[in-house]
């Protein structure tokens, strides 16, 4: 089976760091690009950061400079470094299995999601 | 990077055809895809690319395209399909992605 399982979630004062990790089976994360994404209580979606099977990476302004992508091919898991935490960091931190290709135009998608799990930022 | 607008809530009679839109500059260069969300679940993908879903969607859920605008319609929406819609896609940049706000769908 395909399967994603976030951990590492958790409560933090402002300030402090976390580090989320995601575990996948069923597939190899470095020949996939991968994503997260992260989801306030009771609000949206939101793009956080993506590392592609090369290793390059791009963040959401909101966390850039802050928070790190990473892959450890040796255990098939994916990182998520994240310093200098804010409040508004809280949500439910998700990470995605991407994919796409090109029919008369080009495409992307996440098709396979973790649970998520859940940071706090709070004193 | 660039937004995607969605209606914040649309409502269906049940066995009746609802249209989700979802609006943004992005959309003139790629595609979107679609995701399903229930209170306390993971997304899960429905539609992506021209028209496509992963096996296991129900053939009701299509997806269509036109200029900045794309669209998710459920035919005959069932009560299981009461659910937020958040539509994502690069952004103009293709740096980055974006998700739109989500639409609330009610199946009366």
């Known amino acids: 089976d395909v399967q994603l399982v976030e951990s590492g979630g958790g409560l933090v004062q402002p300030g402090g760091s976390l580090r989320l990790s995601c575990a996948a089976s069923?597939?190899?994360?470095?020949?996939?690009?991968m994503i997260w994404v992260r989801q306030a209580p009771g609000k949206g979606l939101e793009w956080v950061s993506v590392?592609?099977?090369?290793?390059?990476?791009n963040y959401a302004d909101s966390v850039k400079g802050r928070f790190t992508i990473s892959r450890d091919n040796s255990i098939n898991t994916l990182n998520l470094q994240m310093n200098s935490l804010r409040a508004e960091d809280t949500a439910v931190y998700y990470c995605?299995?991407?994919?796409?290709?090109?029919?008369?135009?080009?495409?992307?998608?996440?098709?396979?999601w973790g649970k998520g799990t859940t940071v706090t930022v709070s004193s | 990077s660039s937004e995607l607008t969605q209606d914040p809530a649309v409502s269906v009679a049940l066995g009746q055809t609802v249209r989700i839109t979802c609006q943004g500059d992005?959309?003139?260069?790629?595609?979107a895809s679609w995701y399903q969300q229930k209170p306390g679940q993971a997304p899960v993908l429905v539609i992506y690319?021209?028209?496509n879903a992963p096996s296991g969607i129900p053939d009701r859920f299509s997806g269509s395209s036109s200029g900045d605008t794309v669209s998710l319609t459920i035919t005959g929406a069932q009560a299981e399909d009461e659910a937020d819609y958040y539509c994502?896609?690069?952004?103009?940049?293709?740096?980055?992605?974006?998700f739109g706000g989500g639409t609330k769908l009610t199946v009366l």
């Open positions: 992005s959309l003139r260069n790629y595609y």
């Open positions: 690319g021209t028209n």
């Open positions: 069923g597939f190899t994360v470095s020949t996939n690009y």
């Open positions: 590392i592609y099977g090369g290793g390059s990476t």
């Open positions: 995605a299995r991407g994919g796409g290709g090109y029919s008369y135009g080009y495409y992307f998608y996440m098709d396979v």
């Open positions: 994502t896609s690069r952004d103009t940049s293709g740096t980055h992605w974006v």
